[in-house]
């Protein structure tokens, strides 16, 4: 009966297995994020109030959008991941929103970075944010 049972974990283990990896998600490269936020500096003063945004330059694919979401702040590239890199595929902060300057519009909500409206195979690419005193570090 033990042995019946580990054969039959083995099976199921070695069967279940995900790929995470989607072939449409192949636009952006994994550029490197270093980048600091001082919250004292006047361009960033935005940050402080829940729902509004800055775009970074020269960080990721094409920049960084930062967003403060209410209880902290997350970090999405400013690259459309649902397009090849071109210069219409940079996203435009719109609201709480990001849109991409290409024909279609993909839109996307800086809160979940998912799309909204017409569903996406691709998701905004998100650094990680963290805080120390007045300054916001994004990194990869």
């Not at 033990?2 to 054969?7: G, N, Q, S």
């Not at 400013?78 to 890199?85: K, T, V």
């Not at 940079?90 to 409206?117: E, W």
Request: proline content about 2%; glycine content about 8%.
């Amino acid at each position: 009966m033990k042995y019946l049972f580990l054969v039959l974990s083995l099976i199921f283990l070695t069967t279940c297995s995900r790929n995470d990896s989607n072939d449409n998600c192949r636009f952006l490269v994994n550029a490197q994020v270093n980048a600091s936020v001082n919250m004292n500096l006047p361009e960033y003063s935005n940050l402080q109030y829940t729902s509004n945004s800055v775009y970074l330059a020269n960080q990721g694919n094409k920049g960084v959008i930062v967003i403060n979401v209410g209880g902290g702040f997350r970090a999405w590239d400013a690259a459309d991941p649902n397009h090849e890199q071109s210069s219409c595929s940079l996203l435009k902060i719109n609201g709480a929103n990001a849109v991409c300057g290409c024909d279609d519009a993909n839109t996307y909500s800086l809160f979940t970075g998912g799309s909204i409206g017409t569903q996406l195979p691709c998701g905004l690419k998100e650094y990680r944010v963290s805080e120390s005193g007045n300054t916001l570090i994004i990194s990869n």
